[in-house]
């Protein structure tokens, strides 16, 4: 869906941005950043049943890659999501398996820096655990969008923007995902969510801060896709636009849910971790009163399994199982996955029905892929026709020996 300005000639408003200009510069969003070089290449993804070799760009799966900041948004919503449900499946009180969603505000009597950010997150997980959290997974946030913003985002809907654009999606496709343009709807105001356990949270009188129990996650059973979905909606919408700054993480784990204090299958409580004992004061051994000197963590492995499971089901819900095609023009053959392509070649009767220029290319891709025995140059590798062409010169090389190289004139006099 396109998305822009009414008219297409309205200017968005400054706000409070050109007085934070050394702070925007350093602290952006996911996705506002350069691609790698690694990102731009093309690698195969399977061969269709007519010989095409589909290819397709890999994913770096960077924070600050404006191609694939989702995927890495994706990844850390999924791992969140498998040690938040862990931390319930593993507590034996119902009311120890509550989790809930809060965002913590602070007030600024002075002028917000990158150091600050960063500084003030310590303070806001403190002021969690005193408001009746046990910890959690927190996300900075630095920026809020502006009123300017919010109703070209009311007008948008009242006009049939999908329920699917959520504000800060609209942000970004309004201002064709260039920072230039989106830090003008953006108002500096570090901000910190929580998604973490908590019985009850008291947001009452607490001096310097704004705390909202936005909301509580449904009920945890461990095969309950309900729970999973939700927290991974909250998580993944959170990450989306969380603090982009290099060397820092936008998101971090405190307090009980923090994996130096749990991990579902190794026990935590014990000194070593994990080795079923715990010292005393004198230097003596004992066996751990956590896990009765097992040394394993609240969950069996066959939990852990059900949680990742369940995790990954929730961020990415497994598709429709339709066939993959080609993606090549006037072909519409079924894709099989690479690991089938040396059996594949192997078969005559599918071998014998392809024409020259793709049996080279077949051969070539099977060196480099299957084999290892060659590399594309770097030139090749980001450009999807130059490296078909080197795979069918490879390919060619296979079959019939290197290209010998091109005869001098006095050689050609000679043969003459």
Not at 178 to 194: E, I, T
Not at 232 to 238: I, L, N, P, S
Not at 350 to 375: F, H
Request: with cysteine; charged share 25%; proline share 7%.
């Amino acid at each position: 869906m396109s998305i822009s300005a009414p008219n297409g000639t309205q200017q968005p408003p400054s706000g409070d941005i050109h007085r934070y200009e050394s702070f925007t510069d350093v602290v952006k969003l996911p996705g506002f950043g350069l691609p790698t070089k690694q990102c731009q290449r093309y690698v195969p993804r399977g061969v269709c049943e007519a010989g095409h070799i589909q290819l397709a760009r890999s994913s770096c799966e960077l924070r600050r890659c404006p191609d694939h900041w989702r995927e890495w948004a994706t990844r850390g919503t999924e791992s969140a999501v498998a040690r938040l449900a862990a931390y319930r499946e593993a507590q034996s009180h119902a009311l120890n398996k509550r989790m809930v969603h809060v965002v913590l505000s602070p007030e600024w009597g002075e002028r917000v820096t990158e150091r600050r950010l960063w500084q003030r997150r310590s303070e806001a997980q403190q002021i969690a655990m005193d408001v009746g959290m046990r910890g959690g997974y927190m996300v900075v946030h630095p920026y809020r969008l502006t009123s300017e913003l919010n109703e070209l985002y009311r007008t948008a809907k009242d006009h049939g923007l999908p329920d699917d654009y959520k504000k800060w999606r609209f942000a970004r496709e309004l201002t064709g995902g260039r920072w230039d343009h989106l830090k003008r709807y953006l108002s500096v105001h570090p901000h910190y969510h929580v998604i973490g356990p908590a019985r009850d949270v008291d947001v009452s009188g607490v001096d310097g801060w704004v705390v909202k129990n936005l909301s509580s996650l449904p009920r945890h059973e461990l095969e309950d896709p309900e729970p999973y979905e939700a927290t991974a909606r909250v998580a993944w919408y959170q990450r989306s636009h969380a603090a982009h700054q290099a060397g820092r993480h936008s998101a971090s784990w405190f307090g009980e849910v923090h994996p130096a204090s749990f991990d579902p299958l190794v026990c935590t409580s014990c000194n070593p971790r994990g080795s079923g004992v715990v010292r005393d004061s004198d230097g003596g051994e004992r066996p751990c009163p956590a896990c009765d000197g097992s040394g394993e963590g609240p969950l069996s492995p066959a939990e852990w399994e059900v949680v990742l499971d369940m995790a990954d089901h929730a961020v990415e819900p497994p598709g429709a199982d339709d066939e993959a095609v080609c993606g090549c023009e006037d072909c519409e053959a079924p894709v099989f996955e690479m690991y089938e392509l040396a059996s594949r070649m192997a078969t005559l009767e599918w071998w014998s029905t392809l024409d020259g220029t793709i049996k080279n290319q077949l051969l070539g891709l099977k060196l480099y892929w299957v084999d290892g025995m060659a590399v594309p140059p770097p030139e090749a590798a980001v450009d999807s026709e130059r490296l078909l062409a080197w795979f069918e010169r490879k390919g060619w090389e296979v079959a019939h020996g290197p290209t010998a190289p091109a005869a001098t004139t006095a050689q050609l006099l000679r043969d003459y």
